[in-house]
Nanobody, 123 residues
Framework: VQLQASGGGLVQAGGSLRLSCAAS????????MGWFRQAPGKEREFVAA???????RYADSVKGRFTISRDIAKKTLSLQMNSLKKEDTAVYYC??????????????????WGQGTQVTVSS
């Protein structure tokens, strides 16, 4: 599985960005797809994920502001980010969990990773 994330950039606080992730290779509908982020000096943290059932899970810090969506046929994953805050600044990674388990919040649960896209929110 190969993942290519895009859509990052510089935005003012309160603004919006939409991240996209294109998957290729042996992807299957049951794979969990998610987003993580990593700020300088911090550990990689869970942002949101979606199962093929459209079950979603969000980190508390982004609930109500971010929306994850997935197009299984097109093998794409999106993250709509609204009301961005300075603390959302990080490199955002898309990831795939190929197991048939509940959505995991830990990075080690995910088998495949994209290269990351930088999101910078200015105050």
């Amino acid at each position: 599985v190969q993942l290519q994330a895009s859509g990052g950039g510089l935005v003012q606080a309160g603004g919006s960005l939409r991240l996209s992730c294109a998957a290729s290779g042996r992807t299957y509908s049951w794979h969990i797809m998610g987003w993580f982020r990593q700020a300088p000096g911090k550990e990689r943290e869970f942002v949101a994920a979606v199962k093929w059932t459209n079950t979603t899970r969000y980190a508390d810090s982004v609930k109500g502001r971010f929306t994850i969506s997935r197009d299984i046929a097109k093998k794409t994953l999106s993250l709509q980010m609204n009301s961005l805050k300075k603390e959302d600044t990080a490199v955002y990674y898309c990831a795939v969990d190929s197991s048939r388990t509940p959505i995991g919040l830990r990075a080690r649960s995910y088998d495949y990773w994209g290269q990351g896209t930088q999101v910078t929110v200015s105050s």
